[in-house]
């Protein structure tokens, strides 16, 4: 059994560490809001982005624009969205073992977060490109992964792109991902993503319209063409649709690692109570033997 003195240092150490947690709780926290804030407020845009391909599809066809062809071949290429530091629970290994569930033989990688470029190393993967985002998180700098993804794909090396990220649900709950970003196919466009908040964009029904409204809900007009809109709008597509995964990740990282912080804090202040009430058995114990000493010396002095 520890001594007093053990108990003590204990006591202390588990405070120190409760210290730690608790301040890099409150720093993963107001991350966190901003994270979660920046990644919600970008869902309405890509949702609307959605709705504008799937009109500009339903009016072109797929030999308008290389991004919406198929490639010839089964060789792919992973895009990894993970953490650059840990402590934020088991995000990143769920993340990885869903990886290596879906992913083939005939897969490269491109990496976005140290903590991914270290797991491909371990697994002697083949890693083509390591990329790191600051936060905030930029467009452009998430345009540059995508125009780096888009030029692989457009080459002919790769039949297809995929991304692997962890999907922001709520603070509580992050589902790990791994969706096709290229090529861009009708049922991706038509299907709703959670993810993003895309759908297809079902407006109200008809008899919910104004009656004197002649204009169809949901219905564009494109110029100069719908091919010359289409040559724009399906970069910027590409480019958002990454751009929207990497902030899903970040919120998903700063939620898991405030979670994970408020309970290592709980743990440590549930500790120190046990630990200090040992110690106070202890101390009670040590004092009442003194007594029952300095009695038995007293009647035996009589």
Avoid at 140 to 154: H, P
Wanted: charge should be negative.
């Amino acid at each position: 059994m520890a001594n007093l003195r053990d108990i003590r240092r204990r006591i202390k150490s588990v405070k120190n560490t409760a210290q730690i947690t608790k301040a890099m709780q409150l720093v993963a926290a107001s991350k966190m809001k901003k994270a979660q804030d920046q990644a919600l407020s970008g869902r309405p845009y890509a949702d609307l982005l959605n709705d504008v391909l799937v009109n500009l599809k339903e009016q072109t066809n797929e030999e308008d624009h290389p991004l919406l062809k198929e490639n010839e071949g089964e060789k792919e290429l992973v895009i990894l969205v993970s953490t650059d530091k840990g402590l934020c629970g088991g995000l990143n290994t769920n993340l990885f073992r869903a990886l290596i569930d879906a992913a083939s033989d005939n897969t490269d990688y491109v990496t976005i977060g140290r903590k991914g470029a270290q797991f491909l190393a371990r697994s002697k993967k083949e890693l083509l490109a390591d990329f790191k985002i600051e936060d905030p998180v930029s467009f452009l700098a998430s345009k540059q992964i995508s125009e780096f993804a888009t030029e692989k794909f457009l080459s002919g090396d790769y039949a297809r792109v995929r991304v692997a990220f962890t999907n922001f649900v709520n603070t509580m709950t992050q589902h790990s991902m791994i969706e096709t970003l290229l090529p861009i196919s009708p049922i991706d466009l038509g299907r709703d993503k959670d993810f993003v908040g895309m759908g297809a964009g079902q407006g109200p029904e008809a008899g919910d319209l104004p009656e004197d409204s002649q204009i169809e809900y949901g219905g564009y007009i494109f110029e100069p063409s719908p091919a010359a809109v289409l040559e724009t709008a399906v970069p910027q597509y590409v480019n958002y649709q990454l751009y929207q995964m990497i902030l899903e990740s970040r919120a998903s990282e700063h939620s898991a690692r405030m979670v994970a912080m408020k309970a290592a804090t709980d743990n440590a202040n549930d500790m120190i109570k046990d630990l200090t009430l040992d110690y106070n058995k202890q101390r009670q114990a040590a004092i009442t033997a003194e007594l029952l000493e300095i009695t038995t010396a007293m009647r035996a002095l009589e």
